[in-house]
């Protein structure tokens, strides 16, 4: 089986791997500035291709990054799209190749940036009682609302109810300790994105200073080669995708 075109759906940014034995691979969220860089940079390494031989593919994306320095959720993208193939092709579903053991994970809900403590509230609770295990919420309105919504939102969920914050590297180092603390305290399960990723330096003091997991790396240049790295020195608690 060979690749034989890959197409990209706008607006819903549905990227389809096509292939010769009428099998296609999917993934969706591929936005037009990223399309393009795949047709122009990506496509014609792909065609022809066993898409069998996916780590194959993504090295050869890897080499080609040095020289057209391409975002890495363009590679993101492609891979998604290849393990779907690959798991059709096989017809086994992709958690299973993955060395997946589990049926079923626990689910939290993820919330938006709010106008108000009082949405963030009653945005928790809803989410308590629609069943999830868990609410996080996007607020970047400053360190003084997000200490009000924490203890706002704990109060009103309760002890026995997993509350992350993602900050979205709004904070600076000083800030960010302010709000950890108070993480900290109203027993959040996580502090994720708290400065910028490239921020090493501070993700490790961050780390050390606070009992609190700290989670980033969605963002970081150089994608999981980087990551690894930040694993290693023990930079950050939990890694993002």
Not at 83 to 96: A, S
Request: aromatic share 10%.
């Amino acid at each position: 089986m060979k690749i034989t075109d890959l197409i990209i759906h706008q607006p819903i940014g549905l990227l389809r791997i096509q292939t010769d034995g009428g099998l296609e691979g999917h993934c969706l969220g591929v936005d037009a500035q990223v399309a393009h860089q795949i047709q122009t940079s990506c496509k014609s390494l792909l065609i022809d291709q066993d898409p069998m031989d996916r780590e194959n593919l993504w090295q050869e994306l890897v080499r080609a990054d040095r020289f057209s320095y391409l975002p890495h959720t363009v590679r993101g993208y492609i891979d998604v799209a290849l393990w779907d193939l690959v798991g059709k092709i096989t017809g086994l579903p992709v958690f299973r190749l993955l060395g997946g053991y589990r049926d079923r994970i626990p689910c939290y809900k993820s919330g938006g940036n709010l106008e108000s403590v009082a949405e963030y509230v009653a945005d928790a609770v809803l989410a308590k009682e629609e069943g999830f295990f868990g609410y996080k919420d996007h607020c970047f309105r400053g360190p003084q609302t997000m200490i009000a919504v924490a203890r706002a939102v704990r109060a009103a969920v309760g002890p026995d109810f997993y509350l992350m914050h993602d900050a979205v590297q709004a904070y600076d180092y000083v800030d960010a300790i302010r709000v950890g603390r108070v993480l900290q305290e109203e027993d959040y399960f996580w502090f994720e994105e708290p400065l910028r990723d490239y921020d090493t330096m501070g993700l490790k003091q961050l780390s050390d200073a606070l009992d609190l997991p700290i989670a980033a790396t969605e963002y970081l240049p150089g994608s999981i080669y980087s990551t690894s790295q930040l694993i290693a020195q023990q930079t950050v608690d939990i890694v993002r995708a």
